[in-house]
């Protein structure tokens, strides 16, 4: 299930034989099924399928508030933006967008389990909906009731891991309602440091499914990764997986481009995705190709939605912060000092 935009990577391991209901989707020269209740992708290729056009993306990441609790100082969000949203209108928006063809919905913010009716609103949409339903929390919010009320309602939740946001206590309370979760882990300097003691204790604690990100932005140039920093986390990810046992997943942001040699890869290399197969939908209801994208078009009917994405979906936009893959080096460059410089 995507965060956000991520390439994943991991042993196959066969589900248990029972009846799933795929859903089609066609990519360009390709044809994908999907099964929201366990997340399983197949893609077929062949002569059958060389005619086929994508008609929608294939996730939609909507911003559903802007309010969040806490105050991360590399938030990318844009804390000035109204929220526009309200349960009516996010349900008939979400609802267009499964008529269009869009397979998944991943949600943030800010924090969407401040959004009004959070809990009704997950188990409508899914009643409603063919939509496979994902968000992403700092856990604050999670309770054992809210778990247990929307079991089976959705594809995945993903837990953000920061220093103040008590995960270990999170991950022990999904864990314990047997959730469906992964974490998102921003891989800075001082996290690769001691990424192979933290990633033992997520193992540890019950952690299944890791999701390694890079920083994007332009603010903070000492977070992103210097090209020696950047062979030691490749050199961790090729070690990791080798050592990973059945049933655990280890996920690398697609931002991350071709900046990590030598890893494994589901898809290969290739572009991103943004503003093809997925669109980033602000609080403040505009769209753009990625959540990292300033700005982005406002849009008032969904009409005009298809339209930006059918207009634009061939440009490969690049965000023109660093960290984007859609840039030279990531819009990245290393001093002699071995820091790291921007060249957005």
């Known amino acids: 299930m995507p965060d956000d935009h991520v390439a994943a990577f991991?042993?196959?391991?066969?589900?248990?034989?029972?009846?799933?209901?795929?859903?089609?989707?066609?990519?360009?020269?390709?044809?994908?099924?999907?099964?929201?209740?366990?997340?399983?992708?197949?893609?077929?290729?062949?002569?059958?399928?060389?005619?086929?056009?994508?008609?929608?993306?294939?996730?939609?990441?909507?911003?559903?508030?802007?309010?969040?609790?806490?105050?991360?100082?590399?938030?990318?969000?844009?804390?000035?933006?109204?929220?526009?949203?309200?349960?009516?209108?996010?349900?008939?928006?979400?609802?267009?967008?499964?008529?269009?063809?869009?397979?998944?919905?991943?949600?943030?913010?800010?924090?969407?389990?401040?959004?009004?009716?959070?809990?009704?609103?997950?188990?409508?949409?899914?009643?409603?909906?063919?939509?496979?339903?994902?968000?992403?929390?700092?856990?604050?919010?999670?309770?054992?009731?809210?778990?247990?009320?929307?079991?089976?309602?959705?594809?995945?939740?993903?837990?953000?891991?920061?220093?103040?946001?008590?995960?270990?206590?999170?991950?022990?309370?999904?864990?314990?309602?047997?959730?469906?979760?992964?974490?998102?882990?921003?891989?800075?300097?001082?996290?690769?440091?001691?990424?192979?003691?933290?990633?033992?204790?997520?193992?540890?604690?019950?952690?299944?499914?890791?999701?390694?990100?890079?920083?994007k932005g332009s603010d903070e140039p000492e977070l992103h990764l210097n090209p020696v920093e950047r062979q030691k986390l490749a050199a961790f990810v090729r070690d990791a997986y080798a050592r990973l046992g059945q049933g655990v997943t280890l996920k690398l942001d697609v931002c991350w481009g071709d900046s990590l040699y030598g890893v494994p890869t589901l898809f290969g290399g290739g572009d991103c995705g943004g503003g093809d197969d997925f669109l980033s939908i602000t609080s403040d209801r505009r769209v753009k190709p990625c959540s990292f994208h300033g700005g982005g078009i406002p849009f008032e009917t969904f009409d005009e939605l298809r339209a930006y994405w059918q207009q634009r979906r061939a440009l490969r936009e690049a965000a023109r912060v660093g960290g984007c893959a859609r840039l030279p080096g990531r819009g990245l460059a290393a001093t002699e000092e071995g820091q790291v410089r921007l060249c957005v």
Request: aromatic letters at 12%; hydrophobic letters at 40%; proline letters at 5%.
């Open 10 to 215: 991991a042993p196959y391991v066969p589900p248990p034989l029972r009846a799933l209901s795929w859903r089609a989707h066609p990519l360009d020269g390709k044809l994908l099924l999907f099964e929201r209740d366990s997340g399983l992708n197949m893609l077929l290729e062949g002569e059958e399928t060389a005619q086929l056009q994508r008609v929608a993306p294939r996730t939609l990441l909507i911003a559903v508030t802007n309010a969040c609790d806490l105050h991360c100082p590399f938030c990318y969000r844009d804390r000035r933006s109204r929220s526009l949203w309200r349960y009516d209108s996010l349900l008939q928006f979400c609802q267009d967008a499964d008529h269009w063809g869009v397979l998944e919905v991943a949600f943030g913010g800010g924090e969407p389990m401040l959004f009004p009716r959070w809990e009704t609103f997950i188990r409508e949409l899914y009643s409603s909906t063919r939509l496979a339903i994902n968000f992403t929390t700092n856990g604050t919010h999670l309770s054992e009731a809210f778990l247990h009320a929307i079991a089976g309602c959705y594809g995945q939740i993903r837990l953000s891991l920061y220093e103040d946001n008590a995960w270990e206590q999170t991950v022990a309370l999904l864990v314990h309602v047997n959730a469906r979760f992964g974490v998102n882990w921003l891989i800075t300097p001082g996290e690769l440091s001691r990424i192979e003691t933290k990633f033992r204790r997520l193992l540890q604690l019950g952690v299944r499914d890791v999701l390694l990100l890079g920083y």
